[in-house]
């Protein structure tokens, strides 16, 4: 039976100059800490936001606030130019010390903004979302800082924080960003402490997630 009868439709266009069959694009993050033992302030761009319920952003009486998704960020330098760090999330629940707010009212929001060095001072939701509507169209560049974070839902194990990793010994000063079954690792406790443990899982893979979003004026968390 020739094509026309069965009405086939022509295969999808093959790259063979770059022919990958695993499907797997995975990128080593950027190190969230130099050489100097400082954390590395990078550059990005919010490409997209949407937004998204999260428990985290419920207060005490249960009130819900704005929460946004920030995604794709893709980083923009000073190095690791191209790096996406994905579902990151900033609501307008105000910051609390000690269980009361702060004078102010700060929240990650507005950080992501003052990130930016954006002028903007919203006030409402609707404002929020408008000035980081304007933050993604005109692709203003925000700073923040990085952690890492590798997890496997099989086998339940999780590893948060860029020193928690084990040192990379082909590169004094790094971390190794990829684990394989039997390597150590370091969990930190909730009561501070730390524990050393051994991978379970037939591999771990680190990804970059934003830790802090940086005031160009003054250190912002």
Request: charged residues 25%.
């Amino acid at each position: 039976m020739s094509d026309t009868q069965l009405k086939l439709r022509e295969p999808e266009q093959v790259n063979w100059d770059s022919y990958n069959t695993s499907g797997s694009n995975y990128q080593a993050p950027p190190d969230a800490v130099g050489v100097d033992g400082k954390p590395i302030v990078y550059e990005g761009v919010v490409q997209g936001f949407s937004e998204k319920e999260n428990q985290f952003a419920v207060d005490a009486e249960g009130n819900s606030y704005l929460n946004l998704q920030l995604d794709p960020i893709v980083i923009a330098g000073p190095v690791a130019e191209g790096y996406t760090i994905r579902f990151t999330e900033a609501s307008v629940k105000p910051f609390e010390k000690n269980g009361k707010p702060i004078a102010g009212n700060p929240n990650k929001l507005a950080n992501v903004l003052r990130s930016a060095g954006a002028q903007a001072r919203p006030q409402t939701n609707d404002q929020y979302k408008a000035s980081v509507k304007q933050l993604v169209d005109t692709k203003r560049k925000i700073r923040f800082t990085v952690d890492w974070e590798a997890r496997n839902k099989e086998t339940g194990e999780k590893i948060s924080g860029y020193t928690n990793f084990p040192p990379d010994p082909a590169n004094p000063g790094k971390r190794l960003a990829v684990l394989k079954k039997g390597q150590p690792y370091t969990v930190t406790l909730k009561d501070g402490s730390t524990e050393d443990r051994i991978v379970q899982a037939n591999v771990l893979f680190a990804n970059a997630k934003v830790k802090w979003f940086q005031d160009p004026n003054r250190g912002g968390k």
